[in-house]
Nanobody, 125 residues
Framework: QLQLAESGGGSVQTGGSLRLSCVTSKFVLDYYNVGWFRQAPGKGREAISCITARDGTTTYFDSVKDRFTMSRDMAKMTVYLEMTSLQPEDTATYYC??????????????????WGQGTQVTVSS
């Protein structure tokens, strides 16, 4: 039940857009927060955004405010990350994860216990 699968990555030019998908289960979306993170080569995992199970409240972290939008579709059991105005520094592997909480989601990766396999995003100049 606690599974995630990301998709939607690819290669785009600077200024382009992509929409990432994270397919999971109804059980996860009903009871656990879900977060998006990314990891660039040679760097640690960086929090992008998260969404609460309780009411779908989203939180964005400093690096991507105003360019990325997180949402969820309960019927499709999918969480999305809409990315616009992509820059070369956005190049990374993008992961979704399950936080063992129901509300007040965080960007602390240590609170995320299950991860997807990741999807690669490459932005060229």
């Amino acid at each position: 039940q606690l599974q995630l699968a990301e998709s939607g990555g690819g290669s785009v030019q600077t200024g382009g857009s992509l929409r990432l998908s994270c397919v999971t289960s109804k059980f996860v979306l009903d009871y656990y927060n879900v977060g998006w993170f990314r990891q660039a080569p040679g760097k640690g995992r960086e929090a992008i955004s998260c969404i609460t199970a309780r009411d779908g409240t989203t939180t964005y972290f400093d690096s991507v405010k105003d360019r990325f939008t997180m949402s969820r579709d309960m019927a499709k059991m999918t969480v999305y990350l809409e990315m616009t105005s992509l820059q070369p520094e956005d190049t990374a592997t993008y992961y979704c994860g399950i936080e063992n909480k129901y509300f007040d989601c965080s960007g602390n990766e240590d609170q995320y216990t299950v991860w997807g396999q990741g999807t690669q995003v490459t932005v060229s100049s």
